[in-house]
């Protein structure tokens, strides 16, 4: 995902004429080919997707010990990978979640349940 001055990584972008969303600042909306451009709109929550508990993380997150990688559907329409630091009995597919914060350093949205 993009960063944008005005707005903290991470984010999604609506196009401003025909309100289509994407994870990513696009220069021509693919939908309606407008180069009108796309204003940014905070990530804030969504529902889950799919899960997967992580035991052993990679190198960029290995400071956090186990958690639960999630994929949340947000509200805006677009989908974007997360953390959950929770009992992964919490979740299911379908779960109501929002963002807890966004990791500065490492680009990544901590979630939890609604």
Known sequence: MAQTPEQPFPCSFRCRSCDYT????????PRCGS???MSPEPLTGGH????VPVLF????L????????????LDTGCQAFGVFRGDPERIQVGT???VA?????QHVPFFDVA
């Open 96 to 98: 109501p979640m929002v």
């Open 101 to 105: 914060h966004v990791d500065a350093e």
């Open 62 to 73: 290995k400071g956090l010990g186990r958690y639960v990688s999630v994929l949340v559907k």
């Open 35 to 37: 180069g009108g451009g």
């Open 22 to 29: 994407s994870a990513v600042a696009k220069a021509v909306c």
């Open 48 to 51: 889950v997707v799919d899960f």
């Open 57 to 60: 993380p990679p190198e960029n």
